[in-house]
């Protein structure tokens, strides 16, 4: 760990996202989203609205604006608010799911924004209009991460134990990965998380046990093919309930990863001292 972002007062981080540039840290544990400075570590703004917990962050490209995505209902629907960082208020709120939002997540060129939630789709947004374009169904459970690539390509994670990855112009599902379900109930790794490297090559997948003394997991999976290269253990990370991990983020340039726990604390677990191959540098650091 090389820092930690304050204290939530008690409240688990739900929540977390870092901006393109890599200058702010969002997060949340309530109905506050909390922006931080990373090279100090100073609280710069909280921003309140929602009405109740916020599950889902995301920065815009040109770090204009922060989204966030909660439980609340607003317009009837959960609501996506979009917050003015330089003017450090509201934006503006969009309803929309029927279920909590559970992930946020840009285009690289700000022109999507694409959200996922318990109702068990994907949502995707223009962000220049500011109009729902499609939803994506597919997913027989929740869907609890979205991302979508510079090449238009849509990844969402499940309850149902898969990941997607959908074309955005047709509609349709290009790949799947489905992760291994053990008949042993305390054995099994459920989905939690995943992040997608900078050079839209890899897919870092979190997966948490059951039992944390069995800690958690990192699959590491080519994008293009689907094909797993690289498992790797977290238990160091896990010991106890308070520590379970809830969220990954990664810095634009690939340099460092950041968890959000239960342990109330937003910590950078994994740094680099310079850009590498991010296949050299995952080899590097478990050798």
């Not at 920065?59 to 003017?87: Q, T």
């Not at 939630?117 to 869907?143: P, Q, Y």
């Not at 080519?222 to 790797?232: A, K, M, N, Y």
Request: proline letters at 2%.
């Amino acid at each position: 760990m090389v820092r930690v972002f304050g204290d939530h007062k008690g409240q688990s981080v739900s929540t977390i996202a870092i901006s393109y540039d890599g200058k702010y840290v969002a997060s949340s544990s309530d109905t506050l989203v909390k922006l931080w400075d990373y090279e100090t570590g100073t609280l710069l703004h909280s921003f309140e609205g929602h009405k109740d917990s916020v599950n889902a962050l995301a920065f815009d490209p040109e770090v204009h604006y922060l989204a966030s995505g909660s439980s609340d209902y607003d317009m009837n629907e959960c609501s996506i608010k979009i917050w003015d960082l330089r003017k450090g208020q509201l934006k503006t709120t969009k309803g929309s799911h029927w279920g909590s939002i559970t992930s946020l997540s840009f285009s690289s060129n700000g022109d999507y924004l694409v959200s996922g939630a318990f109702d068990k789709t994907v949502n995707v947004w223009d962000t220049i209009k500011g109009r729902l374009i499609t939803t994506l169904v597919g997913h027989e459970h929740a869907v609890i991460d979205v991302a979508i690539t510079d090449d238009g390509q849509i990844i969402s994670a499940s309850y149902d134990e898969t990941i997607k990855v959908w074309d955005i112009d047709t509609e349709k599902i290009l790949r799947e990965m489905t992760f291994c379900k053990s008949e042993n109930p305390k054995s099994r790794f459920g989905i939690v998380t995943f992040v997608v490297t900078p050079d839209q090559e890899f897919v870092i997948t979190g997966l948490q046990g059951p039992s944390l003394e069995d800690g958690g997991m990192l699959f590491i999976w080519r994008l293009s093919d689907g094909e797993i290269v690289q498992t790797l253990p977290i238990i160091q990370d896990f010991h106890g309930y308070y520590e379970e991990l809830n969220h990954l983020a990664i810095s634009n340039d690939g340099v460092f990863i950041l968890s959000a726990s239960r342990e109330r604390m937003v910590k950078v677990w994994m740094e680099f001292m310079e850009y590498m191959d991010f296949e050299e540098a995952i080899q590097e650091l478990y050798e």
